[in-house]
């Protein structure tokens, strides 16, 4: 997955679980991990971050 993909990923789950959505992404990504499916956990750990800088930015 590309990074507007990840970023549109990223700002759908933040519009539709809005402050849970970090966790939901972190939830995902360790579920990933569980699998064995490292590139996916990737995937959802830097949605993950890009969920933070969109909260960190709301904060300020």
């Known amino acids: 997955m590309n990074i ?15 402050d849970d959505a ?3 992404a972190q939830r995902r990504a360790r579920c990933a991990i569980s699998f064995g499916d490292t590139a996916t956990a ?13 909260r960190g930015a709301l904060a300020s």
């Not at 507007?4 to 809005?18: C, K, T, V």
């Not at 990737?42 to 969109?54: D, L």
Request: proline share 0%; hydrophobic share 55%; net charge neutral.
């Open 4 to 18: 507007s993909d990840i970023a549109a990923q990223a700002r759908a789950l933040y519009a539709a679980l809005g």
């Open 22 to 24: 970090e966790a939901e």
């Open 42 to 54: 990737a995937e959802w750990s830097r949605i993950r971050a890009i969920i933070r800088q969109m």
